[in-house]
């Protein structure tokens, strides 16, 4: 079966759960007083898509997005990008169209968008409404889930529609720098050398 | 930002980056901040490319010609890794490496009575070489030979003469090497710029000629790496590094003053709040007062829609004109890269030419090196004061990096890097330190 490996980045304000999104996707766990991000720099999980597997990379921002200082490097190369707001918190869907824009600029241009409205268990203290927030997703044609990182909801269904949106394979056209990662065996990577 | 740290690190340089890491990494705590809204500073990459061409004064936009904007990556300061140096140790040991894609340059030429050569890089190539008679090769190899074995630990091997005694100059006349053998030995194995090593003991000589093969035979084609999208990938990878580890940071930040008490640091004032510190950290265009100046370097960025003559249309190279080729002091360098490594459009190349300023009227100096490149479609000239700082640090606090040389790959910034890690823990640099100290791969990547 054929094996692709797809980065996915995460996007949105400080404390909307993007670490436990993916905490939850990868491990299966949840941490309620889980750091602000650090820690985590490179998390990856497999998924069966059709008769492809799927490897996710996922880049956490290390919390570079708290002073709107990420990286072009975060971007690069970005398959899907998953922009996530707290429910609870207004604040937070406002600034995602920012977050929008960031993406439009930087990031590859056929990048696969997926919002996900997080906290969704602690609907009592909703602040966003459900349909807004669909119809804004629509208006860019971005995938839209509520999640719940917490109690487990929707957060496989995410990556579920990512590999459903990404384009199949051969149709993609091959970038055309293809470089290869430093290993400690030259043999090694001069076997993954183009 | 009001708060106390560790170690605030001012500019986003490749020298701040890699300390800012280590610092995080050892589990300081660390303020990271830019005047610029990229990252990067003199180590840079500019895109898109209207950016390169403001930051040049040129006016107007770029012609239509160039492409899309956003698929240049240009980098401010020419350089390639060696591919067995200590900055590839040190993004193999951060695991850096995993936030990059390398590509190996294509080869290296030397210039020679106004031709350019192929730098032999297989010991085939060696000898059918034109730069060099037959009983010269033989000579050679047996130099080469030697300079394999040589450990300076194992008398076995250094056959009599002391590393640290024996001048190169003896080395040379040792094998019985000739004017043009030492010359490219010196200057495109040794990547030596002058020629004062020649009566400077052999050590450094030798180990440089030893990284240059053993660099070239871990990818062969040349002993050079080059980072997609640009070396500005470097600096950018190891902030992450340095942010992983809970290193804040802040681009597009004025710097307002930097706070000295009773001769030592105490912090640093940016849009009216003061951030504390006990170590600072700053590339020398914070501190201009606590620097001083050792020269100049020009650098041409050129923009071709073409590779280079002679070199069989790679599309990477890097070209050494020696410095007695064109009555010099200094050798000029041309480095060049293209759309392959996707910091130009498609069917672009850039090639960077430098050195070190000798006279008042450096562009008729690297003129040599742009008579190479012609034509030309586009030619971004600068001229920068190489600054290095006037004092250790050890008693102020502040410890400023050196400005990025010409010399044509990372040796010198790492040494710069370990020593101001000396300078600022009193301690020897050691790679282990760079060791991440923590699980922080998860998932079934983590073996």
Known sequence: MALRELKVCLLGDTGVGKSSI????????????????????????????????????????????????????????????????????????????????????????????????????????????????????????????????????????????????????????????????????????????? | MNEEYDVIVLGTGLTECILSGI??????????????????????????????????????????????????????????????????????????????????????????????????????????????????????????????????????????????????????????????????????????????????PCNEAINRIKLYSESLARYGKSPYLYPLYGLGELPQGFARLSAIYGGTYMLNKPIEEIIVENGKVVGVKSEGEIARCKQLICDPSYFKDRTKKIGQVIRVICVLSHPIQNTGDINSCQIIIPQNQVSRKHDIYVCMISFAHNVAAQGKYIAIASTTVETDNPEKEIKPALDLLEPIDQKFVSISDLLVPTDSGTDSQIFLSRSYDATTHFETTCDDIKNIYQRMTGTEFDFTEMERKQQDIFGDAAE
């Open chain 2, 23 to 200: 610092m995080s990494v050892k589990g300081k705590k660390v303020l990271h901040m830019d005047r610029n809204p990229y990252y990067g500073a003199e180590s840079a990459s500019i895109t898109p490319l209207e950016d390169l061409y403001k930051r040049f004064n040129l006016p107007g936009n770029p012609p239509e010609s160039m492409g899309k904007g956003r698929d240049w990556n240009v980098d401010l300061v020419p350089k390639f890794l060696m591919a067995n140096g200590q900055l590839v140790r040190m993004l193999l040991i951060t695991q850096v490496t995993r936030y990059l894609d390398f590509k190996v340059i294509e080869g290296s030429y030397v210039y020679k009575g106004g031709k350019i050569f192929k730098v032999p890089s297989t010991e085939t190539e060696a000898l059918s070489s034109s730069l060099m008679g037959i009983f010269e090769k033989r000579r050679f190899r047996n130099f080469l030979i030697f300079v394999a074995n040589f450990d300076e630990n194992d008398p076995k091997t250094l056959e009599g003469i002391d590393p640290h005694k024996t001048s190169m100059r003896s080395i040379f006349q040792k094998f019985k090497l000739g004017q043009d053998v030492i010359d490219f030995t010196g200057h495109s194995l040794a990547l030596y710029r002058t020629d004062d090593y020649l009566d400077l």
């Open chain 1, 22 to 194: 993916v905490w939850r996707f990868v491990e299966d766990s949840f941490d309620p007083n889980i750091n602000p991000t650090i820690g985590a720099s490179f998390m990856t999980k497999t998924v069966q898509h059709q008769n492809e597997l799927h490897k996710f990379l996922i880049w956490d921002t290390a919390g570079q997005e708290r002073f709107r200082a990420l990286a072009p490097m975060y971007y690069r190369g970005s398959a899907a990008a998953i922009i996530v707001y707290d429910i609870t918190k207004e604040d937070s869907f406002q600034t995602l169209k920012n977050w929008v824009k960031e993406l439009r600029q930087h990031g590859p241009p056929n990048i696969v968008v997926a919002i996900a409205g997080n906290k969704c268990d602690i609907s009592d203290a909703r602040e966003v409404p459900e349909k807004d927030a669909k119809d804004y997703a629509d208006s860019i044609h971005a995938i839209f889930v509520e999640t719940s990182a917490k109690n487990a909801i929707n957060i496989n269904e995410v990556f579920i529609e990512i590999s459903k949106r990404i384009p199949v394979a051969d149709a993609v056209a091959e970038t055309p720098g293809r470089g290869f990662k430093l290993g400690r065996q030259a043999s090694e990577s001069r076997r993954m050398c183009c």
